[in-house]
């Protein structure tokens, strides 16, 4: 059973940066996608960022310009750089894969609070 661990999340001001980072319990070769997903209160677990096995990203509009999603295959982590946070990006944070071999398997992380002050 593979797990995701994330780390980086935290209190920042707005107009600041963190870093998150998602470590795998194994290789993350066999993913076919992994990304990063948040959740704030009262609200649907909405896409962040997702990058496939063949390096091709996803952003969703409201991050694109400002977040940037890295995936390490030698390290079997990935990282999710945000940059200019504002306070509508505060939400707990998620990792997730998605393995497709005869059927779908999705992983979740633990989730990690980011929490942006005006």
């Known amino acids: 059973q593979v797990q995701l661990v994330e780390s980086g999340g935290g209190l920042v001001q707005a107009g600041g940066s963190l870093r998150l980072s998602c470590a795998a319990s194994?290789?993350?070769?066999?993913?076919?996608?992994m990304g990063w997903y948040r959740q704030a209160p009262g609200k649907q677990r909405e896409l962040v960022a997702a990058?496939?096995?063949?390096?091709?990203?996803n952003y969703a509009d409201s991050v694109k310009g400002r977040f940037t999603i890295s995936r390490d295959n030698a390290k079997n982590i990935v990282d999710l750089q945000m940059n200019s946070l504002k306070p509508e990006d505060t939400a707990v944070y998620y990792c997730?894969?998605?393995?497709?071999?005869?059927?779908?398997?999705?992983?979740w992380g633990q989730g990690t609070q980011v929490t942006v002050s005006s």
């Open positions: 997730h894969a998605r393995r497709v071999i005869l059927a779908t398997v999705n992983y």
């Open positions: 194994g290789s993350i070769r066999s993913f076919n996608a």
């Open positions: 990058v496939s096995s063949d390096g091709s990203t």
